[in-house]
């Protein structure tokens, strides 16, 4: 291994949170290697929405003029279409503090397959995202990021007052009805035949206007990804216009060797309010550890907090971002 492998920091992601910790960590002098795999969770999604400046950008487009902007420092490399095949912790005192590395440091094979390029880095960002799992109904691929979507923060003004479903399975279901009766009078609860909705949070959304199928869908009908009607094993159809759905979700950290950060469970790897996981000298910023909305403009000021946070610790200062 050469100098030229050995980095300061290791970000792992190109999402807005990976782009925007490697940006700012960047313009702090740290010589930073940025690693994307380049499978995007939301690469169905046509537009996203909620970023200041960047309303209704296509994420594709969001991501090529971040990649832009960091090509533009000589200490910032990023690598696209790869990935972090392994990532060990060695020469550190595993009882350190959060907020001190000490000396430890952070060896990653990076590339495609086996052999691949050693780095090492002193500190490593994970901006992984969240892996997720769909749930199991008929042709949802062929509606998923057109007009079925999975964030109402998101996608919902575009629908809005429109017929909507909510497909999923999960303990939230209800709580997530009533989020996304904010924007129509006119919303079904597909639950495909788990118990997930009690018979007393059905009568509630009943109250609120919000109808619950507990059949399992047969197929959703519709044509180039518009939905117009959900069809039930039952026989019964529902006219729909649009929704979202509720999908499974985990992080990856299959790539990790001999240590593992705490995750809560929802998935999403424990930190402090500054990103700092339970391993001294790795970080965690985006969905990947935060809970809430899955916004772009989220994730990417994560990724701005933990870059600060990283320098910070890097020089000793004690900060209570």
Known sequence: MTDTD??????IGGGPAGLSAALNLGRSLMRVLLVDADRPRNAATLNSHGFLTRDGVPPHELRRIAREELAAYP????????RVLSLERSDGAGDAPPSDAGTARFTASVGRRDPARVVTARSVVLA?????TLPEVPNLRGFYGISLFSCAA???WEMRGRRLALIGTTDDLTDRARLISRWTDH????TLGADTVTVAQEAELAAAGVAVARHPISELVGDRGRIEAIRLEDGTEVAIDGGFVRPQWETDLSFLRGFSPSVDHDGHLVTDRSGRTDIPGLYAAGDAAIPGPQQLIVAAGAGAR???????DAVGITTAH
């Open 6 to 11: 050995a980095y300061d920091a290791l970000v």
């Open 75 to 82: 200490n910032i490399e990023v690598r696209t279409r790869v």
């Open 128 to 132: 992984t995202g969240l892996r997720e």
């Open 154 to 156: 998101c996608d919902a």
């Open 187 to 190: 919303l079904t609860v597909f």
């Open 306 to 312: 933990v870059a600060s946070v990283l320098v910070q």
